[in-house]
């Protein structure tokens, strides 16, 4: 229900956005199309590597969709309001159009754009709580989420800038796709990494931090990035973001590769598949294996690899202390699963 009525909300916003963006600018219809498939692109960048990422344990598509339609339409259209009623009231007060757009960009497009970005971010993590388990998967949402935003807001800068199109798509769709996903990363990789925290308060205190990151983040891009800055500041935390992304996923594999060892001294695992399971290499020699042993084994292998993951990550909810109640009855389903799908690739 809670997903629904987000999603709804999502999609109503969205809607919003586009047709404020058609009323205010005099933009046609049809001048909406070459913006809309141009903020496809930094889009499918984003997505595309959040794929990447999530390739071993993917999320459910539904609460994805969910971040997504979030980002795109409810935190847009609220940034959109209150940013430029920012920008009028200082307009109004200063009589300084650039003052407005100024305290827009760098005070209340951080604050507000961040905020709810972020919450967004929270609110999938106290519903879906099962589908947090670490600091990837709040990375993982808190970039779909600022996809979502990061595409509505193109097709704005897109019809807004259209008489120097090819330069906003370059420095927004090229140079720096990644930049909303950057900032709101900082409020998802601390909600995810309470998820691994023994209170189950912790989010109220990591949560503020990740935010007050990525409001500072954004502030700064906005605000003080010029070409100097970006080959010399952006660019190189950029890289530093990824050797981050890069070392979590590598402590993600070796957590997973010390739950199913203990599965493997229980005799559920055979020591070759618990580093079949836990390496790139060995997962896609498995599949390709399967793959030849026909359709029913590929899907056998397929369902063998993401039940061996969810096995392991149940065990090491348990272990940080977030049991739940029918943890026995999941572990026995996903065993069994194990089993079955085993019994059909090797027959």
């Not at 209340?108 to 709580?129: D, H, M, N, Q």
């Not at 061996?308 to 272990?319: M, N």
Request: with cysteine.
């Amino acid at each position: 229900m809670i997903s629904v009525a987000m999603a709804c909300a999502g999609l109503v916003g969205l809607a919003l956005t586009l047709w404020i963006i058609y009323a205010s600018t005099a933009a046609g219809a049809s001048e909406l199309l070459v913006p809309i498939l141009l903020a496809l692109v930094p889009l499918t960048i984003v997505l595309g590597t959040v794929r990447w990422i999530d390739r071993w344990e993917p999320e459910p598509p539904a609460v994805l969709a969910t971040a997504f339609l979030w980002g795109a339409g409810v935190a847009t259209v609220i940034s959109l309001l209150v940013n430029t009623s920012a920008s009028l009231l200082v307009l109004d007060a200063t009589g300084s159009v650039s003052g407005g757009q100024f305290v827009s960009a760098v005070v209340t497009a951080p604050i507000v754009e961040e905020t709810t970005k972020g919450l967004g971010v929270l609110i999938i993590f106290l519903v879906w709580r099962r589908n947090f388990n670490g600091a990837v998967d709040g990375i993982v949402y808190a970039a779909v989420v600022a996809a979502g935003f990061a595409f509505a807001e193109n097709i704005l800068y897109f019809v807004r800038f259209s008489d120097t199109l090819l330069v906003t798509f370059f420095v927004r769709g090229i140079a720096s796709p990644f930049a909303h996903v950057i900032f709101t990363c900082c409020t998802g990789l601390a909600i995810g990494a309470s998820a691994r925290m023994r209170s189950p308060l912790a989010w109220m205190w990591t949560t503020p931090l990740g935010l007050s990151c990525a409001i500072v983040l954004h502030a700064f891009w906005n605000g003080m990035l010029n070409a100097y800055l970006y080959f010399y500041v952006a660019m190189p935390f950029f890289l530093a973001a990824i050797g981050l992304v890069a070392w979590l996923r590598w402590s993600e594999r070796m957590t997973m590769r010390q739950r199913l060892a203990d599965y493997q001294r229980a005799g559920w695992f055979a020591p070759a598949e618990v580093t079949m399971i836990t390496t790139g290499a060995g997962r896609a020699a498995a599949r390709r294996w399967a793959k030849s042993r026909g359709p029913a084994a590929a899907r056998a292998m397929r369902e063998f690899l993401a039940t061996a993951s969810a096995l392991a990550q149940l065990r090491q909810r348990a272990i940080d202390g977030h049991a739940d109640a029918d943890f026995a009855v999941q572990e026995s389903a996903l065993l069994d699963a194990i089993v079955k799908n085993r019994h059909v690739f090797t027959r």
